[in-house]
């Protein structure tokens, strides 16, 4: 095995992990969008569910990936890590919207 084939098997381990990360950015924005459209048409239980979703499974998933994989991809880092922050606010905000204040 030499350099070029060392060097390509760990190009694709950082690109599989880059993958999965954005991946699960993907799941996160789309329970958001589910969120919106929930609330947006009053359908309270819904909105409520998405977003138990986002704050126990998706948003977890994109933190514990990042955090046990990132060093593989270090250049995505800051990015999901800022990412998976902003989202937390906005289901912050979003539970506080649905309990009415």
Partial sequence: ???PAILAG???VSSA???MQ???EEAIQTCSMAVYMAVRNRRYSAARAALRDLKTIHIPMLQDTTKML??????TIP???AFALASLRAADTWEEILAGG
């Avoid at 990132?70 to 250049?75: H, I, K, R, V």
Wanted: glycine share 10%.
């Fill in 17 to 19: 992990v880059t993958f």
């Fill in 1 to 3: 095995m030499g350099i």
């Fill in 22 to 24: 954005f991946i699960h």
């Fill in 79 to 81: 990015c999901f890590t």
């Fill in 10 to 12: 760990c190009l694709f």
């Fill in 70 to 75: 990132g060093w593989l991809a270090p250049w």
